[in-house]
């Protein structure tokens, strides 16, 4: 079946540095890759997706690309602040026959800004 | 997000004994998910559900039952049959079955066997 792959599984980084975490997919009929956010025992929450007809896609700190041929997206972080800490989880959209699709997830990366 | 409602937050459950978790949501949304979350391993897909009264299995559902009456409602009871049943369970509901569209997440309920 589909498969995401999600690294690192940890990033430490410094107040201010840039994160980035990659995610590979191995279907390639999959055509949406959202990225979510995941607070300590809080639900996760959508921060940006792309679709399969993008390249990259920014939102002021946040941005994600996507490399079709290669199966694989990014998120990248610049500015990283405290409140960036968190587990971040990437996604694609799986067909499941019939019309039907749904998400897979990456196992998840936890990223830790230290001021 | 804040229209997907999961109860209970917390269930304490004995081994040998079914429970049920609750999902309603009112964002008029088609299809709806379980996901089991554990440590480590991200999320699951347990069941989803495009429309009334009809549902698929996902990646992990054995030892797990869902139903559909309502587009409001979606159920998952978890039986005995399920050998590692503590986990944090997360209900979600789309706008349709996804070719594109974000899934919104409820709250979340841990579910811990005793």
């Known amino acids: 079946g589909e498969n995401v792959e999600q690294h690192p599984s940890t990033l430490s980084v410094q107040e201010g540095d840039s994160a980035v975490i990659k995610c590979t997919y191995s279907d390639s009929a999959s055509n949406y890759f959202p990225w979510y956010k995941q607070e300590l025992g809080k639900r996760p929450q959508l921060i940006i997706d792309i679709r399969s007809n993008v390249g990259e896609k920014k939102d002021q700190r946040i941005a994600v690309t996507l490399n079709k041929t290669a199966k694989h997206f990014s998120l990248h972080i610049t500015e990283t602040q405290p409140e960036d800490s968190a587990v971040y989880f990437c996604a694609a959209s799986i067909p499941r026959g019939s019309g039907y699709s749904t998400l897979t997830f990456g196992k998840g990366t936890m990223l830790l800004v230290s001021p | 997000d804040g229209g997907i409602t999961q109860s209970p937050k917390y269930l304490f459950r004995k081994e040998g004994q079914n429970v049920t978790l609750s999902c309603e949501q009112n964002?008029?949304?088609?299809?709806m998910y379980w996901y089991r979350q554990d440590p480590g391993q991200g999320l699951r897909l347990i069941y989803y559900?495009?429309?009334?009264?009809?549902?698929q299995k996902g990646d992990i559902a054995e030892g797990y039952s869902v139903s559909r009456e309502k587009k409001e409602s979606f159920p998952l009871t978890v039986t005995s049959a399920q050998k590692n049943p503590t986990a944090f369970y997360l209900c979600?509901?789309?706008?349709?079955?996804?070719?594109?569209?974000?899934?919104?997440f409820g709250e979340g309920s841990w579910l811990t066997v005793v």
């Open positions: 559900s495009q429309i009334v009264n009809d549902f």
């Open positions: 979600a509901s789309s706008p349709r079955t996804l070719g594109g569209n974000t899934i919104y």
């Open positions: 964002l008029n949304h088609d299809a």
